[in-house]
């Protein structure tokens, strides 16, 4: 056999598989679909703009999530980041008028630290990713309420918004973002020798360690990407909110199963080494655009949460068939 | 070839009250297949992931090509040439030939050299398993789907493409049916012809005799016995492997009396 030549790929795909693997592709275009047809207001610019916005601040941080998740790195520290970065965000820049150059700076810097906790926890604690990213949640939340003492702060200065608010070209700069962050992890887990590890580490941590991949390296990098992203999220959302996400103790409107949900749907598997982050997005809107659907529709909030609640077992259920499958 | 390609000198390894290495001097020469054996839990194991960077030893040395070596990670025994081969051969299951044979060794190309090079690891692949003579139809066939002969290829075509010089076999053909065992005493002594120096933990006594050219025999962490295949049998090795040494004959009624 000539070795000059390049193999060639197999392509072959039973109905069932195409159906799982393109199931999402699917449901998102017929529910789209069905609300073009039977929801009023539905089709329109300024709503397909709302729907994208939306999406890109959860999706952003479901690319994180996947991103970590691919890695066999559960990590739900979403909504103490979140805090986190959006105290610091609104403390520095408002409260103590730090330029906004600056005030972002502090804040990688502080999402880069979150990412180091995490790390040092699952990979020198060797504690369970879940189980620890809970307790550090709960941290970070801590450190985000001392630094408020309690209190919501309302952002009064132009620039925050002036900049995250923008919208080039007509496009919400959230959505560019979100783009930029969907297409530097694609490319990341795709082409480099980083994301091969990534996926090695997921599914086969020993094969992994004994083949000489630098896991504590590579779990360090995982989590911080993941807090990094959560950190740019809720700059954008704290921008977009006009104050800080934080209230009293909890921040409203951002929930870990959310985020689950669009990863899972995304095809990340809970138990590490799957996953394609471009499904996340395509996840990400499903939600959005259900949600924007229901809203036009003037449905009852419990919908919703049905729905949701349904959406989740769905992906959990496609997850443990798949990895079922795998295993014969 | 005076010096040993690899050397260890009172290699130990103690978990906590439990010796698994006990003072092993052994000398495994270039180019060369040694068999290492021994009864379960005689130190075999133990003795390869100290050689391997799994473990740290206790006490003693390891020289490799005739300088000392300090093994602190599998990364470093990796980079020294010493390219182990585990029992359950540590592939990702899910994932296709190409993504195996090269795991934690990707080759990349383009600016900084951070995107990875598909076409030329696929073709790198195709080169090795052909050398190797394996008959796996595909490299992009998920490894999962390959028989356990296929999957030790994969395994060892690993070491090849890592450039190892030492390759250790830990029990290779365990799981394995008649053909595919076959498949792999050849592939051991295509290692050799190719220069290499094979490690091979077998309990195999016939294997041993068919493909060794030195054997080891331990023996409740100690490296009892060493010798040439000319000069022994499976009848002595399996001797050896039970402990029986040959300076007088009271050792073998001590045995007994321990034994009551």
Known sequence: ?328 | MDIPILETRALSKSFGAVDAVRGVNWQVQSGTVCALIGDNGAGKSSLIKLISGVYQPSAGEIWVRGEKAQINSPQDALKLGIAPVYQDLALVESRNVVMNLFLGNELTHGPLNIFLDHRRMALEAQRVLLEMRSRIPSVFEPVRKLSGGQRQAVAIGRTLIRQGEIIILDEPTAALGVEQTGEVLALVQRLREAGKTVILITHNMSHVMQVADQVAVMYRGELVHTTRKEDTDEHQLVARIMGWKPENKESKENKETEAA
């Open chain 1, 1 to 328: 056999m000539q070795s000059t030549s390049l193999p060639s790929r197999p392509l072959r795909l039973r109905p069932a598989e195409w159906l799982l693997e393109n199931g999402l592709y699917l449901s998102t275009l017929l529910l789209f679909i069905a609300f073009a047809l039977f929801v009023p207001n539905f089709l329109s610019l300024d709503n397909m703009l709302v729907i994208l916005g939306a999406a890109a601040i959860k999706g952003i941080i479901a690319a994180g999530f996947t991103l970590a998740a691919i890695s066999g790195l559960l990590d739900v520290s979403v909504i103490g980041v979140l805090a986190l970065a959006s105290v610091l965000t609104a403390v520095l820049y408002e409260r103590l008028g730090w330029p906004l150059p600056l005030t972002l700076l502090v804040v990688v810097v502080g999402a880069y630290l979150t990412g180091l906790v995490n790390s040092w926890m699952v990979h020198n604690a060797r504690i369970n990713s879940f189980v620890a990213t809970t307790a550090t949640s709960s941290l970070f939340l801590g450190v985000a309420i001392a630094l408020t003492g309690g209190q919501s702060i309302v952002i009064t200065r132009p620039e925050l918004q002036g900049v995250f608010l923008a919208r080039p070209l007509g496009i919400n700069l959230a959505i560019w973002l979100t783009f930029a962050v969907y297409g530097l992890g694609y490319v990341l887990l795709n082409h480099t020798k980083l994301g091969a590890h990534f996926y090695a580490m997921g599914i086969n941590y020993q094969a992994a360690r004994l083949s000489g991949i630098r896991v504590g390296r590579v779990t360090r990098i995982a989590l911080v990407i993941s807090a990094m992203a959560t950190a740019l999220a809720a700059v954008i959302a704290t921008a977009r909110a006009g104050n800080t996400l934080l209230f009293g103790t909890t921040i409203t409107g951002y929930d870990v199963s959310e985020i689950f949900i669009i990863a899972l749907l995304g095809g990340v598997s809970l138990f590490g080494g799957y996953g394609r982050i471009e499904r996340n997005l395509v996840a990400a809107l499903f939600l959005a655009l259900l949600y924007n659907g229901l809203q036009l529709l003037s449905a009852p909030a419990s919908v919703w949460l049905l729905l949701k609640g349904v959406a989740f077992i769905f992906a959990i259920l496609f997850d443990t068939l798949r990895q079922r499958q795998q295993a014969r």
